[in-house]
């Protein structure tokens, strides 16, 4: 029983010592591959491609896909060859990964990749350093070239966005004589759309918060004297349902003081929502007004109409207990909801 035993103790540590080796060897080769390929990279060509971005090639628009090669002393877009000494911009002694300095072509390849994913603009001449566009850089630089209005303005001197150092001379000369493909104009000009928009709607928001601070002052004076107006009114009468004819003088001018502050503060609500709303500072909430707080004038007719159909309902039947009742609790709503709006307005001024 004990030599199957010692036999059957060897076998298994044989095995799994055999199975570490194996698993050894095989991580050892996947290393020795990987550190293959990098020095393959570093010593030889590597490539990258990349569908985003726009790159001009002396002076015209070369469309993607981009198909660029790196060597140690040249870089190649679309078969087209440059002098890596081009990018001399984007050289960086200094920079290392995992202990180990890049070579020049590494960090350019890193850069142009970075640079063209992010929809940025590559300009490249002969014997000239390169331009790199970023952000609302690479936005100037197509609405030059695609735009006929902005390359109009570039050329009577609204060049502020050139980068420091180039011939602005002969970037004129070459954006004056862009002729612009359709394929550019197509692509640039959904990216100038979208911008344009964003510009535009950022522009009116900073507007509409001008607006909303300058008037938050007198909107408040008038609001708290309202409040204060409409809560003396409707603490001074109140509908009894069991009480007094309802046909008395006093009740229908407490009916006509009720539907003349209802009218009020529902302009100063309708004004404080298209003010707040268009400053961005809050979410309509009421599913139709939500609908139309985008189209002021929808809103503002939807608002009156509603108004003056309720008022003049209530004003036709003043005589009448309910009628009364109902501007009375008509009047209390828009009270609260003007206090609403001051709380709100000394919270957020």
């Known amino acids: 029983m ?18 570490a080796q194996d698993v050894e060897r095989t991580g050892r080769t996947v290393r020795n591959a990987e550190r293959s390929v990098q020095r393959g990279q570093q010593n030889g060509t590597s490539q990258l491609n990349v569908d985003t971005g726009y790159v001009f090639l002396n002076g015209e628009y070369l469309p993607p896909p981009y198909q660029i090669e790196f060597s140690e002393s040249d870089v190649s877009i679309n078969e087209t060859t440059f002098d890596l000494s081009v990018f001399e911009a984007w050289k960086n002694d200094k920079q290392r990964r995992n202990g180990v300095a890049r070579s020049h072509a590494q960090q350019v390849r890193r850069k142009l990749r970075d640079l063209l994913d992010g929809d940025g603009g590559l300009v490249l ?8 566009f970023h952000g609302n850089d690479s936005y100037e630089l197509l609405n030059v070239l695609v735009n006929a209005e902005s390359r109009q303005a570039f050329n009577h001197g609204e060049r502020d966005w050139l980068p420091s150092g180039v011939d602005e001379t002969a970037w004129a000369i070459w954006i004056s004589e862009f002729e612009c493909p359709e394929e550019l104009s197509g692509r640039a000009g959904e990216m100038l759309t979208c911008v344009a928009g964003l510009e535009e709607s950022h522009a009116n928001r900073v507007l509409a918060k001008r607006i909303l601070e300058n008037s938050a002052y007198p909107l408040t004076v008038v609001g708290m004297l309202l409040v204060v107006m409409a809560f003396g009114h409707l603490l001074s009468f109140k509908p009894d349902p069991e009480g007094a004819s309802p046909e008395t003088r006093i009740a229908k001018h407490a009916v006509i003081r009720s539907l003349a502050l209802v009218t009020v503060l529902s302009a100063l609500d309708l004004i404080w929502t298209l003010l707040v709303s268009r400053a961005g500072d809050m979410k309509e909430l009421n599913p139709l007004g939500a609908a139309l707080i985008d189209e002021p004038l929808a809103l503002i007719a939807l608002k009156t109409t509603a108004t003056l159909l309720a008022v003049g309902l209530l004003f036709g039947l003043r005589q009448h207990r309910v009628a009364q009742q109902g501007a009375w609790w008509a009047c209390l709503i828009c009270t609260l909801l003007t206090v609403r709006w001051l709380t709100f307005n000394s919270m957020f001024a």
């Open 2 to 19: 004990r030599v199957p035993l010692f036999l059957f103790l060897f076998v298994s540590v044989q095995g799994s010592v055999s199975m």
């Open 125 to 132: 001449f002969e014997m000239e350093p390169f331009q790199a």
